[in-house]
């Protein structure tokens, strides 16, 4: 069934054509710079790659680009709309309204509204991204799929925090935990490549990005997952604190005279990798900077390899075990030495790494010894994929 998959930024829109009988990707590309001075569209399909600037005033028009250059006789990968059965949406925030992926109707968009202030930054975008195709598709069934939504497996004690509960009645305050399709994807290839039955499994699932997370997936469900409310909490990311004693806050408000939302910017975008290198959000550049004697950066990766090696732990007493963990997306597929620093230490669990297999980029391998007990895997995850997976079953059920 093809699939159009589309992840809807502020300024951006990613956009991937997919057909899942053969789980091939047809056509992808990017519109960029949305409502700002030299907008384009990139579209690659069957080696080609063409880019264009055009003015591109909103994301309807953005979608209109998209269409359009999926149907062009040159580029295209379709000879008509109606091949594509359905539109997946990325959307960030369910709240705890969506435990599954969704068809859109008029109450899904209704709560899809309630939700965008639990996710000010993405879900008024994934709004506008849904209303576009909406409009320019009107007899294609539009799906929502979440990253909030594998999550909403958790037990309470993993999601309620040690707040008046009255907040989370109120407000709406608990973890929700992001990332879920890529945690999803990579746990069901992980049971593949084990050749096991996920609702069997104990994995612990690291998907260490710009932004990371670390779930505890047991028997295919989460069970916890280190990102919260917002998208700060658990390991060190590119600009992201990571957790901080929630004292510090108040304290440097008062410290420094800073406000809510300065304070707010700081945790989000002048910490993690950055804050603490001073160098780069980039993995690969604070790697470089450590490897030439810097000791901020070095002790940025370590920090970031030793806070995941901590949730590791945590989630296999979480869990009660442990079968395999997984590393996924820019850092964990591609990093070598983070990989294996990380599981220095982990043998203690029966987790041992062979150096050899860890030299391994952006493809599945299991990269763990042959008597180690639990199984180290490189999944690279796809989310897209995911989505259109998703997608397709709704539609097929109806
Ligand atoms: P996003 O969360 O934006 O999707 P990605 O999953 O693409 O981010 O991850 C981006 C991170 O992956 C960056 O920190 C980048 O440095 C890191 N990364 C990509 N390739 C490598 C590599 N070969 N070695 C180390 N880090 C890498």
């Known amino acids: 069934m093809k699939i159009l998959v589309i992840n809807c930024g502020s300024s951006s829109l990613k956009y991937q054509l997919i057909d ?8 992808k590309g990017l519109v960029e710079r ?6 384009l569209i990139t579209h690659q399909t069957d080696g080609q790659k063409i880019q264009k600037e055009t003015d591109i005033p909103d994301h309807k028009v953005g979608i209109k680009l998209v269409v359009d250059a999926l149907l062009s006789p040159e580029h295209g990968a379709l000879t008509s709309l109606d091949e594509i059965k359905a539109v997946g949406h990325r959307v960030v925030h369910g709240g705890e309204k969506f435990a599954n992926s969704v068809i859109i109707n008029d109450e899904v968009m209704a709560t899809l509204h309630e939700c965008a202030g639990l996710a000010p930054l993405h879900n008024p975008a994934n709004i506008i991204g849904i209303e576009a195709c909406q409009s320019l598709l009107p007899d294609v069934p539009q799906v929502a799929v979440f990253d909030t939504a594998f999550h909403q497996t958790m037990p309470p004690k993993a999601y309620i925090y040690g707040l008046p509960y009255e907040y ?8 929700y935990g992001f990332h879920g399709t890529s945690h999803k994807y990579v746990s069901l290839r992980a049971a593949k490549m084990l050749k096991k039955p996920l609702n069997e499994l104990k994995v612990v699932t690291c998907h260490l990005g710009n932004g990371s997370s670390i779930t505890a997936v047991k028997g295919g469900q989460s069970m916890d997952t280190s990102l919260g409310l917002g998208t700060i909490s658990g390991t060190i990311m590119g600009t992201r604190s990571g957790d901080v004693d929630p004292a510090v806050i108040p304290y440097l408000m008062e410290q420094a005279d800073l406000s809510a939302s300065e304070i707010n910017d700081i945790l989000y975008k002048k910490s993690g990798l950055l804050g603490i290198s001073g160098v780069s959000s980039d993995a690969r550049d604070v790697e ?5 004697g810097n000791k901020r950066a070095k002790l940025a990766l370590d920090i970031l390899c030793y806070l995941t090696r901590k949730y590791i732990g945590a989630y296999a007493a979480a869990m009660g075990g442990l079968d395999a963990v997984v590393f996924t997306a820019g850092i964990g597929e591609n990093s070598t030495t983070i990989r294996a620093q990380i599981c220095q230490g982990l ?3 029966g987790a041992k790494m062979d150096a050899e297999k860890n030299n391994t980029r952006g493809k599945e391998v299991d990269v763990a010894t042959t008597d180690s007990t639990v199984r180290i895997l490189v999944i690279p995850t796809n989310e897209e994929l995911m989505i259109a997976q998703d997608t397709a079953e709704l539609v097929a059920r109806g």
């Open 20 to 27: 899942t009988d053969g789980e091939q990707v047809m056509a």
């Open 347 to 349: 043998e203690f669990l």
């Open 34 to 39: 949305i409502g700002i001075e030299g907008s």
């Open 168 to 175: 989370y009645e109120k407000y709406g305050v608990r973890r």
């Open 288 to 292: 470089a900077a450590a490897n030439e």
